[in-house]
Structure formats: C-alpha cells, structure tokens
DNA sequence: CTTTCTGCAAAAGCTTTGCATTACA
DNA sequence: TGTAATGCAAAGCTTTTGCAGAAAG
C-alpha cells in the first residue's frame, strides 16, 4: 500500500526530529501537522481558526510552538509578505519560488532550475554553500496590468 | 561640478516624491535620508540611535514614517532578516540581493544578470511584468563551514 | 496663514513566556 | 512515575496612531 506509506512521510519525519530531542508526539502536534499538511501556505492565525473548529481548546501559543517545530525540521518555512508572517509547505510540492501580484496580492508558485543553479554558482563563488533560499518577484499579474 | 550633483541626486529624488504628493522637506527628513544613505542597510533603530546623537529629540515614530516614504521613492527596501526588519539601501549600489551565513550572521550583497533576465522570463510566462524581487541565499560562510 | 510634521505617549498588533495542570512514554 | 506539553493569561517587542504644539511653504 503505497498510498498509506505516501501519507505517513512526514508524520514519520516529525517522529524523527521529536525523537532525536527527546520531545514527545502529542495530539495537537498530530493535528498541527496535518492541518498544516493541506495548505499551500498558512499564518499562525489561520491555523488557529481552523482548528478551533474541531478542537475549542486548542491555543495559539501551541500553534506557535509547533509551527517552530515544523521549521526545525524542514517541512515549513517562514516567509514574510508584507506585514504577513506566512507558513510555506515545502513537504507537499518541494522548493517552490513565488510570483507575487502588488496590487491585487495574488500569488503564483514557480521552480526554475536554472536560476538554482546560478545561485549554485554564486554561492560557490563566494565561499558559501547554500542550505536553503528564497526569491520573490514582485509585479503586476496579467488582470492587474489591463 | 559633477561631485556635488551626484550627492544631491537622492535628495532631488526625494523632494520629486514630496512635491508629488504635497508634503514638506524637513529638517528631520533631511538627516533621516543623510544618515540612510551612508549605511548598506539598516534597522528602525539602529537609525534612531544614530540621529539621537545629534538631536536627541528626535521620535522613533518619524524614522518609521520617514523610512516609509523612503521605500516609496524606491530608494529603500524593506527586508526580514530572521527577527529584524531591515532597510536596505538600493540607491547606493543598485539593486543587490543577498548571501546570509545562518551561523555567524555575515551578509554578503552580489548581483547577477543571468539570474535577473530568467527571472523576468519566468514572470513572462505567467503573465506578471516585474517591478522589484529579493532573492536571499541561505548557508554557511567559508569560515563556519571549516 | 494654512497645511503638514513632529515628538510624545498611548495603543495595537503579533509572538513569546511563566506557570499550574494535563498528557505522553 | 518522571518529563515534557498544553492552555491560559500576562509580558515583550516592534510598529502605528492620536493629538497638541511647531514648522514648512
């Protein structure tokens, strides 16, 4: 059943990092995690209100806490758009770049592997090694523009 | 005398924008630009510690709203930079993206066509004409990397 | 003179922290 | 049974806003 072992990926991921610093997996940490899972990209806010729909009690500083968490082991990052602090999964679709539209605030996801390898090549110039990146483009989209 | 024309280009900018939309040239806004345009980026604060010294009654409050009109005129940028807000100063060298070492903090700027001209081709193919990007390289110096 | 700015202080986010209690392993 | 996690509320930051007096055009 390769469907079930697809699923389980990054709850075994979460597993291995809670194991690795002696924390623990708990119901909320589940719940974040798969919430978290079927979005492109969430503000902790966001979280906290879709999950107080099936769990009254939940806190926003657990969001928080889990949301870090998530970042520690690579399956979120943060970004800032505007004066939003926004969740990337990077789990669901890989590295992904973005297209943001200044004036109507849509947002379009992209990979270019030759502009990663240029950034390859940069780094490599100046001593660095890259461990992740981020590129945004800011413009007009095709509606905004006409 | 072409050294005098070139320290006063950023200014001129400024006062474009003022003019443009019925504001005034302050003493403070002055300084503020002055003090900007000497750093490679900077924080609210750290402009507000800077200016304290000579005129210890300046606010807080008016290098926010300055450093505002500074990105509107497109000589600043805003940029996060893990738990800081950054300025950074795009009249001074050009636009310039970034190289961050995550473990001693070093930021090294670079620039590179290539980079920019698949950019705007990738904007292209998804209908976005581009007015402004960031791109931030994330990973180790060569001397945390040792 | 009229409008905009400034500094101050208060307010408003957003995120983190402290603590008693609960849940995991 | 011993740690670690949770929820709540309070504290902490950074940034914004309201307002009366000051300054620019």
Redesign the interface.
């Known amino acids: 059943m390769p469907t079930m072992a697809k699923a389980g990926k990054e709850l075994e991921l979460l597993k291995q990092h809670l194991a690795k610093h002696n924390l623990k997996l708990t119901r909320q940490r589940e719940q974040i995690l798969n919430a978290f899972l079927k979005m492109e990209h969430v503000t902790a806010e966001q979280l906290y209100h879709i999950l107080s729909k099936k769990d009254p009690h939940i806190g926003l500083a657990t969001i928080y806490r889990t949301l870090k968490l998530l970042c520690e082991t690579g399956m979120a990052q943060e970004r800032?758009f505007g004066s939003q602090t926004l969740f990337d999964n990077v789990a669901h679709k890989g590295h992904h770049d973005h297209?943001i539209?200044?004036s109507c605030g849509k947002i379009?996801e992209?990979q270019?592997c030759?502009?990663e390898q240029?950034?390859e090549e940069?780094?490599a110039q100046?001593?660095?090694?890259?461990?992740?990146?981020?590129?945004?483009?800011?413009?007009?989209?095709?509606k905004c523009?006409s």
Do not use: M, P, S
């Open positions: 800032h297209l539209c200044t379009v992209f270019n030759q502009i240029l950034q940069v780094a100046n001593g660095f090694t890259i461990q992740t990146h981020k590129l945004e483009l800011y413009g007009l989209c095709a523009r």
